[in-house]
């Protein structure tokens, strides 16, 4: 079936340092969501994307959605430790289609 | 609080046994949706229900069965016939279709016996 790639699976980084996840999809979506999971706990919706190019911000978290609308990134400026948990993107097209994760850990 | 409950959290099966995990909801969403989560590959669909007294499958429904009497509700049924059923299912709902926010529960652990 359509799958939606997503990397890296793991980062690393020390509390400060930057964090980007990147979606990338063969085909065309119609949007974007983007999820956070905690360790433990269940995913909790952040964001969607909608337009191409769109740019979204929240506080230190930034959105992109390629113009192509084939993928999408998530950067997170200066992490903390409460940035930790596993980022889902999950891309629509008849269904949703979840990327598999990049878990996120930060070092203080 | 609105949301949605799921039941049991951790559920263990025997080998040809089906299980029902239980999904409800008190939002008034029209949608909702049961996803499949193993390590390492995010979330697959099982099934989604866009009304009540209608569902679709979704990409990994082989072995599994729902029904969507009321807005509420719509469970879970894991059958026989599913050969690898140790997961972690997640349900969801939204406003309605596909692209509005997904919300989720707290999930049910599924082990086999």
């Known amino acids: 079936g359509q799958q939606v790639m997503q990397i890296p699976q793991y980062q690393h980084v020390q509390e400060g340092e930057d964090f980007t996840t990147y979606c990338n999809s063969s085909t065309t979506l119609s949007n974007i969501q983007w999820y956070k999971q905690r360790p433990g706990g269940h995913p909790v919706f952040l964001i969607q994307?909608?337009?191409?190019?769109e740019v979204k911000k929240q506080k230190r978290l930034t959105f992109q959605f390629g113009e192509a609308k084939k993928n999408s990134s998530l950067h997170i400026t200066a992490t903390q430790t409460t940035d930790v948990g596993t980022y889902f993107c999950?891309?629509?097209?008849?269904?949703?289609?979840f990327g598999t994760g990049t878990s996120l850990t930060v070092i203080p | 609080d609105g949301g949605i409950t799921q039941s049991p959290k951790y559920l263990f099966r025997k080998e040809g046994q089906n299980v029902t995990l239980s999904c409800e909801q008190n939002l008034n969403h029209d949608a909702m949706y049961w996803y499949r989560q193993d390590p390492g590959q995010g979330l697959r669909l099982i099934y989604y229900s866009q009304i009540v007294n209608d569902f679709q499958k979704g990409d990994i429904a082989e072995g599994y069965s729902v029904s969507r009497e009321k807005k509420e509700s719509f469970p879970l049924t894991v059958t026989s016939a599913q050969k690898n059923p140790t997961a972690f299912y997640l349900c969801?709902?939204?406003?309605?279709?596909?692209?509005?926010?997904?919300?989720f529960g707290d999930g049910t652990r599924l082990s086999i016996l």
């Open positions: 994307l909608v337009k191409s190019g």
């Open positions: 969801a709902s939204s406003i309605y279709r596909f692209n509005q926010p997904q919300h």
């Open positions: 999950a891309g629509l097209r008849n269904q949703f289609y």
